[in-house]
């Protein structure tokens, strides 16, 4: 056992005590000259090219610097996922660079006069605290006893030392897009994927189920979704909320919360009595259309009427357009889709709709992008039975973070006592906050990394600051996408504080573990050695920041055969390896729990100038939206007395309340059975000086979850609130 084991985690959570001068002395950050207009508006004396991470999009970014300082964030023209424009995030992470409350040195927790509180610390000490409890927990309990959570593109280098530790998850699979791309994986053989494969500029008529295109701003989509309308694209959107996407519809259908299946069941029936669909791509390239229609048969307008809340006329009208329309139109597979707990099933039937329509590699429907890709530079791998653990859920595809955190709690199936969490405040992310912090307690060590001291830090044994992403290297980007490309970050200035880049931490961390073999190469000679192999380099990329491939085509060629990965070959209208796993082959409804007497169904989304709880301390993008409220249907607000501008208190229907009060929106834009609120706001540390205290947090509300039995996603939208008004 090295010295700096942590003998006995006197757990307790540290908030406003830092020590002095410890993380947030502020005097030498220029806060004055933080993004103001002035200064976005000066050209800079050099620019950088690199991309953005203000969200996990990646858009390339022009960054102007002057005097040393970075003065302007645009959009690089040569990037394919900017092509020019950044969206208003991308142009703040200036208030990301110069957050005052920035973590600027390694902090180790530490007891002062009986308190628990943190002290400054090098990173020798602060790595020799990690070194020893990372070796401590792995020979008393095993491989596997520190299991990792990520989010940022840094990860792939801590993954490299992780991988050698435990499992790795990332809450962006669970709490987000994980059941939309398991459903699509069974039903095509692959996921839509990141960048989504929609040839959105052609689509001809476009559904959007509770999709916030345009609220959720990814740059790139928000760009095709305004060519789509320019090249007269039809909108129909499905969404209890009158969402920005709507007010570019021609059709909002407000649906009664927790029914989409049933609509999507409603749509198939008609579109296969009606005999809609597109036959010839059906009978080639599907199975199971018998099996589905014994599954829809009974779903007949009258009764999706009954369980929607949607008039036979509109759901008979969307249906018939969208088989008129057919391998032209496309149903919007969204994104998150942790929703009610029958995931997999709900974005099972929005891909059997898809495929009814014929659409696959289509004009206007899902297309299959290619990547220029990068051959990786091999590093050894250490690979223990525990770590390539395979998830509880008979058909993920990934191990899910509730399912890490329950494993914690119940120490099966074998031990876990650590946690590292990089970029990912868990505290704001994961559903059913209580289940965290028991497992939080239960820790024998935690450290965190982050660039903010974010909730979860101040749970932390030992706090590491990493750069923020203008200031380091990370891997190099080649998604798939219609035009492949690579693209570059590389630091704009160096590091700012006694703050590192991941690549660095994750260095540090392997050679605590004596694993001086996974980063054998400095983080340049890595970049150029993987550039070199596609004939470039990283003094070519520096200065270009993205290079690109002539575009691929996208659609299916005359006389070309589809094949899909399937257990059939086939796209799986039955799947077989659902029917295999013991669930339905065919989606089928099932009614979720409606709201009590006096409470309404929480749900929230997202405003385009943040991403969640990321960005919610950013000085920049707090003066384009400054704290969440929640949406009141007006009638039902004006008959509990309110009136917008009121603050309330929420509270849910375990007598969860809200620790802040939020502002009341009154608006005939929700269903009367629902509010809404902006996710990731209501911060309670101390230490995020601007976000402390702005808005209340939706995820405190969310105490009660139904997790999906196919592949883990965590239903939250089950979860009820009532308000009391604030004096
Ligand atoms: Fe940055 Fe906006 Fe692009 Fe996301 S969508 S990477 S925040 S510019």
Not at 203 to 217: A, D, W
Not at 252 to 274: C, M, R, S, Y
Not at 528 to 553: F, Y
Request: hydrophobic content about 35%; some cysteine.
């Amino acid at each position: 056992m090295g010295k700096n084991h942590v003998k006995r985690r006197d757990f307790i959570k540290i908030s406003s005590a830092f020590l002095a001068g410890s993380a947030v002395a502020s005097s030498d950050l220029p806060l004055s000259f933080l993004g103001t207009k002035d200064a976005q508006a000066q050209e800079g004396d050099r620019v950088v090219k690199t991309f953005c991470e203000m969200c996990f999009w990646k858009c390339g970014v022009d960054a102007h610097v002057k005097d040393g300082k970075v003065v302007k964030l645009v959009g690089q023209k040569e990037n394919p996922l900017s092509n020019g424009k950044l969206c208003p995030r991308g142009a703040g992470g200036l208030g990301l660079l110069y957050d005052p409350d920035r973590l600027k040195h390694p902090l180790i927790r530490e007891r002062v006069n009986g308190k628990m509180m943190f002290r400054k610390a090098s990173w020798e000490e602060a790595m020799a605290v990690v070194g020893d409890n990372v070796k401590y927990l792995a020979q008393e309990y095993g491989p596997g006893a520190l299991v990792s959570f990520t989010h940022g593109f840094g990860a792939s280098f801590l993954k490299r030392v992780c991988a050698s530790c435990g499992i790795i998850t990332a809450p962006s699979y669970a709490q987000c897009r994980g059941a939309r791309d398991d459903g699509f994986k069974l039903t095509y053989g692959h996921s839509v994927g990141s960048p989504e494969m929609l040839d959105i500029p052609n689509t001809k008529y476009h559904v959007l189920i509770g999709y916030h295109l345009g609220e959720n701003m990814h740059n790139t989509v928000v760009q095709d979704f305004t060519q789509g309308i320019a090249n007269g694209m039809r909108v129909v959107v499905v969404d209890p909320r009158f969402s920005t996407a709507a007010g570019k519809a021609e059709k909002w259908l407000p649906i009664k919360a927790g029914t989409d299946l049933a609509l999507f069941l409603g749509w198939i029936h008609v579109i296969i009595k009606e005999e809609l669909y597109n036959k010839k791509f059906v009978e080639e390239y599907t199975v199971g259309l018998d099996e589905l229609w014994e599954g829809v048969k009974d779903a007949t307008p009258a009764v999706t009427y009954a369980r929607t809340g949607i008039p036979v006329e509109d759901i008979v009208t969307v249906a018939r357009e969208l088989g008129r329309y057919g391998e032209n139109a496309l149903v919007n597979p969204g994104r998150r889709s942790s929703w009610y707990g029958d995931d997999t099933q709900r974005m099972r039937a929005v891909a059997i709709l898809n495929a009814l329509l014929g659409n696959y590699k289509t004009p206007g429907g899902m297309v299959r992008y290619g990547r220029y890709r990068v051959p990786s530079v091999k590093f050894p791998k250490f690979r223990h039975p525990r770590v390539n653990y395979r998830p509880a859920y008979p058909l993920a595809s990934k191990v899910a973070t509730n399912e890490v955190i329950a494993h914690t709690l119940s120490g099966k199936p074998w031990p876990v006592h650590g946690w590292m969490v990089y970029g990912c405040n868990l505290i704001s992310t994961a559903a059913n906050q209580k289940q965290t912090y028991e497992a939080l307690q239960k820790l024998k060590f935690m450290f965190a990394i982050d660039v903010l001291p974010a909730e979860i830090c101040s749970y932390a044994d030992v706090v590491l600051p990493e750069c923020t992403y203008l200031e380091r290297y990370d891997d190099l980007f080649f998604p798939s996408y219609r035009t492949p490309f690579v693209s570059i970050r590389q630091p704009v200035i160096p590091p700012m504080f006694d703050s590192k880049p991941a690549h660095e931490i994750g260095k540090l961390l392997a050679e605590q573990m004596g694993r001086y073999d996974l980063f054998e190469m400095d983080i340049e000679t890595y970049l150029d050695t993987r550039l070199k192999k596609i004939g470039s380099s990283l003094s070519e990329i520096k200065v270009k920041g993205t290079i690109t491939k002539p575009e691929q085509n996208l659609y299916k060629q005359p006389g070309e055969k589809l094949k899909f990965r399937t257990p059939s070959g086939k796209i799986e209208l039955a799947s077989s390896r659902m029917k295999k796993a013991g669930f339905d082959a065919v989606p089928r409804y099932t009614a979720h729990p409606q709201a009590p007497k006096g409470f309404f169904r929480l749900l929230f989304g997202r405003t385009p100038s943040h991403t969640f709880a990321r960005t919610t301390n950013n000085r920049l993008l707090m003066e384009l939206y400054s704290e969440n409220d929640i949406w009141i249907n007006e009638q039902i607000g004006k008959d509990l007395g309110l009136k917008s501008g009121d603050y309330v208190r929420l509270s849910n229907q375990e007598g969860k309340k809200s620790t802040f009060k939020v502002k009341v929106r009154l608006t005939q834009r929700v269903r009367p059975e629902v509010v809404w609120m902006v996710h990731g706001w209501g911060h309670t540390d101390p230490n995020l000086r601007a976000g402390y205290g702005k808005g209340a947090s939706d995820t405190e509300m969310l105490t009660h979850t139904v997790i999906d039995p196919v592949m883990g996603s965590v239903g939250t939208q089950h979860n009820f609130v009532t308000f009391t008004k604030e004096a």
